[in-house]
């Protein structure tokens, strides 16, 4: 059966990271509608105002947790504060470059977030997400 491609929203307060992730959802076939957003504030915003970047389409979220102005735990806090018709579209993955056992354990006690993984996006996470987000069955 093949996986079906999704959208995604990269949040990265990063240019270079936005870059590399969007090639590599692109590389690997996965993504339908890829959007990225340098403040998380921005994506919330997006998400708000549109409930899904196209329709029914799932959306994957990849987030920094370590970001400027909103972090992405601060994301996920606000994310979870929206309707279940709304969280139900989205599947978000978080990504850090520290090892901040505190962010780390934040991250992990939200409902919203499915997996947490070490910064940079790589073929490999986004094969493992294929496999196991219900979004691409």
Not at 39 to 53: C, E, F, H, P, V
Request: proline share 4%; glycine share 4%; charged share 30%.
């Amino acid at each position: 059966m093949e996986n079906k491609k999704v959208n995604f929203i990269i949040v990265d307060d990063s240019e270079l990271d936005c870059f590399i992730a969007e090639k590599l959802v692109r590389h690997a076939g996965v993504g339908n509608k890829i959007k990225s957003f340098l403040r998380a504030s921005d994506a919330l915003d997006y998400i708000k105002k549109t409930n899904s970047i196209e329709g029914e389409t799932p959306t994957v979220v990849l987030v920094d947790i370590l970001m400027p102005i909103m972090s992405g735990v601060e994301f996920v806090e606000e994310f979870e504060k929206l309707p279940f018709e709304v969280r139900e579209k989205y599947y978000i993955v978080a990504f850090t470059s520290s090892m901040n056992k505190k962010d780390m354990g934040a991250m992990k006690s939200y409902d919203s977030v499915k997996f947490l993984f070490d910064k940079p996006l790589s073929p490999e996470v986004l094969s493992s997400l294929q496999e196991n987000c219900r979004f691409f069955s």
